[in-house]
């Protein structure tokens, strides 16, 4: 099978957040860049530093120990500054915070993060008022390819979708979702080279970061965990079965979670509510930032996949989910994001909804073919919102946009980056 890579050095990619940050910088006093490790923030800060912002990272030894025994010492010679993964001496957070009072200049401190740091009380609180934070995930389809990945804003602004140019079908397309976007293992030839390199990634991940952010006593579950999860994904979130699994009560299954989170391998989507549905699931829904990690924590292949595509179901899903989430990160509309599922099992793997109420729904189909009953979830999201229902789009394995009324049509996967 062919499979078409990106070019051997990952920053000849532009990244669209680079905008964002560009423009934050401008007005904001600090400007926290977060995402998952080797997602392509230190290129992307490093583009900003200069001899008036010294790039200056804490996964250097020196540079973290002296940010950890005297972190107001550490900011007061910074007028201005880019400082990577800052997770490491948080510290260093209400420093910063006193000298951005005392100097109010836009532009003060560019930070980046591996981990959350808004789930942090001591950031939401001491910065709160003056940071903006953006979001870095491996890169987007729409980034690779060098297209607008402007299907969200399309929608929402009336423009309808657009026409279908070169679909992404097929085996294709499940190279795709196998290859994920984390620019390292991108840079592989092989399947199993990516494979490794995506292992080797987790482990580093769970060995070294998990200890910046929390005290666990039992850190050897978590990869245990973390294949638990793996077998789960796209599935409502339960904490009763990840603990039963591992012997971990609840809460403590519930905490594990929560760090892997923040540490962006996951992301819990809440369920969607409203008052004209009774009879909705209240449960998270569970998935995986990046389908390459989940399908190499699931040893899925190609081949594999090839001979029997029942578990490709749910690395699709991950895929459109991770793809929609980076469009939101530089789309200028505040989306929230959530999932609708009722008790009859009726779903939309995606709610899309916008601050004045509208919404678009999003349902993902490995299959080729698009039945009727596969909409009945955006029908009864659709009947419940009524005027606010900008568009049901059911995603799948196609090559062909198909209405099935108005408002309602099925659609090529890779209309996520061909718009």
Request: hydrophobic fraction near 45%; proline fraction near 6%; aromatic fraction near 6%.
């Given at each position: 099978?062919?499979?078409?890579?990106?070019?051997?050095?990952?920053?000849?990619?532009?990244?669209?957040?680079?905008?964002?940050?560009?423009?934050?910088?401008?007005?904001?006093?600090?400007?926290?860049?977060?995402?998952?490790?080797?997602?392509g923030?230190?290129?992307?800060?490093?583009?900003?530093?200069?001899?008036?912002?010294?790039?200056?990272?804490?996964?250097?030894?020196?540079?973290?120990?002296?940010?950890?025994?005297?972190p107001?010492?550490?900011?007061?010679?910074?007028?201005?500054?880019?400082?990577?993964?800052?997770q490491?001496?948080?510290?260093?957070?209400?420093?910063?915070?006193?000298?951005?009072?005392?100097?109010?200049?836009?532009?003060?401190?560019?930070?980046?993060?591996?981990?959350?740091?808004m789930?942090?009380?001591?950031v939401?609180?001491?910065?709160?008022?003056?940071?903006?934070?953006?979001?870095?995930?491996?890169?987007?389809?729409?980034?690779?390819?060098?297209?607008?990945?402007?299907?969200?804003?399309?929608?929402?602004?009336?423009?309808?979708?657009?026409?279908?140019?070169?679909?992404?079908?097929?085996?294709?397309?499940?190279v795709?979702?196998?290859?994920?976007?984390?620019?390292?293992?991108?840079?592989?030839?092989?399947?199993?080279?990516?494979?490794?390199?995506?292992?080797?990634?987790v482990a580093?991940?769970?060995?070294?970061?998990?200890?910046?952010?929390?005290?666990?006593?039992?850190?050897?579950?978590?990869p245990?965990?973390?294949?638990?999860l793996?077998?789960?994904?796209?599935?409502?979130?339960?904490?009763?079965?990840?603990?039963?699994?591992?012997?971990?009560?609840?809460?403590?299954?519930?905490?594990?979670?929560g760090?892997?989170?923040?540490l962006?391998?996951?992301?819990?989507?809440?369920?969607?509510?409203?008052?004209?549905?009774?009879?909705?699931?209240?449960?998270?829904?569970?998935?995986f930032?990046?389908?390459?990690?989940?399908?190499?924590?699931?040893?899925?292949?190609?081949?594999?996949?090839?001979k029997?595509?029942?578990?490709y179901?749910?690395?699709?899903?991950?895929?459109?989910?991770?793809?929609?989430?980076k469009?939101?990160?530089?789309?200028?509309?505040?989306?929230?994001?959530?999932?609708?599922?009722?008790?009859?099992?009726?779903?939309?793997?995606?709610?899309?909804?916008?601050?004045?109420?509208?919404?678009?729904?999003?349902e993902?189909?490995?299959?080729?073919?698009?039945?009727?009953?596969?909409?009945?979830?955006?029908?009864?999201?659709?009947?419940?919102?009524?005027?606010?229902?900008?568009?049901?789009?059911?995603?799948?394995?196609?090559?062909?946009?198909?209405?099935?009324?108005?408002?309602l049509?099925?659609?090529?996967?890779?209309?996520l980056?061909?718009?």
């Amino acid at each position: 099978m062919t499979i078409a890579l990106m070019p051997p050095d990952g920053s000849t990619i532009p990244r669209r957040v680079q905008g964002k940050i560009a423009t934050a910088l401008q007005d904001t006093r600090v400007v926290l860049l977060v995402g998952p490790r080797q997602a392509g923030k230190t290129t992307l800060a490093r583009l900003f530093a200069s001899p008036e912002r010294p790039y200056l990272t804490l996964d250097d030894a020196a540079t973290l120990a002296a940010a950890r025994s005297d972190p107001t010492g550490f900011v007061r010679g910074l007028k201005q500054a880019v400082i990577d993964e800052v997770q490491r001496a948080p510290e260093l957070l209400l420093a910063i915070k006193e000298s951005v009072d005392k100097d109010q200049a836009p532009g003060r401190f560019l930070l980046t993060g591996s981990t959350n740091l808004m789930a942090m009380p001591l950031v939401a609180d001491s910065l709160a008022g003056r940071l903006e934070v953006i979001t870095l995930l491996p890169f987007a389809q729409a980034e690779m390819a060098g297209t607008p990945g402007d299907l969200l804003d399309r929608l929402f602004d009336g423009a309808g979708l657009p026409a279908v140019v070169n679909p992404v079908v097929g085996d294709a397309l499940m190279v795709r979702v196998l290859n994920g976007g984390y620019p390292e293992a991108l840079r592989r030839t092989s399947p199993s080279r990516r494979q490794a390199w995506l292992q080797d990634y987790v482990a580093l991940i769970l060995d070294r970061d998990v200890r910046d952010i929390a005290n666990i006593d039992q850190l050897d579950r978590l990869p245990r965990l973390l294949d638990v999860l793996a077998a789960h994904a796209g599935q409502l979130v339960n904490h009763s079965s990840y603990g039963a699994a591992l012997g971990l009560t609840v809460p403590t299954a519930q905490k594990y979670v929560g760090i892997l989170e923040r540490l962006f391998l996951l992301r819990l989507v809440p369920p969607w509510s409203h008052n004209a549905v009774s009879r909705l699931t209240k449960t998270p829904k569970l998935h995986f930032l990046d389908s390459g990690l989940l399908a190499a924590l699931r040893d899925a292949t190609a081949s594999e996949l090839q001979k029997d595509r029942t578990p490709y179901g749910p690395l699709l899903e991950n895929f459109v989910v991770s793809e929609v989430l980076k469009l939101i990160t530089w789309s200028d509309k505040r989306l929230r994001v959530s999932h609708f599922r009722t008790k009859d099992q009726d779903e939309v793997d995606l709610v899309l909804e916008d601050r004045r109420g509208r919404v678009v729904g999003i349902e993902v189909k490995a299959s080729a073919t698009v039945r009727p009953q596969d909409l009945r979830g955006l029908r009864q999201l659709q009947a419940a919102v009524g005027d606010k229902f900008v568009q049901g789009l059911v995603l799948h394995d196609h090559d062909q946009i198909t209405p099935f009324d108005e408002k309602l049509h099925a659609g090529p996967v890779s209309l996520l980056w061909q718009s």
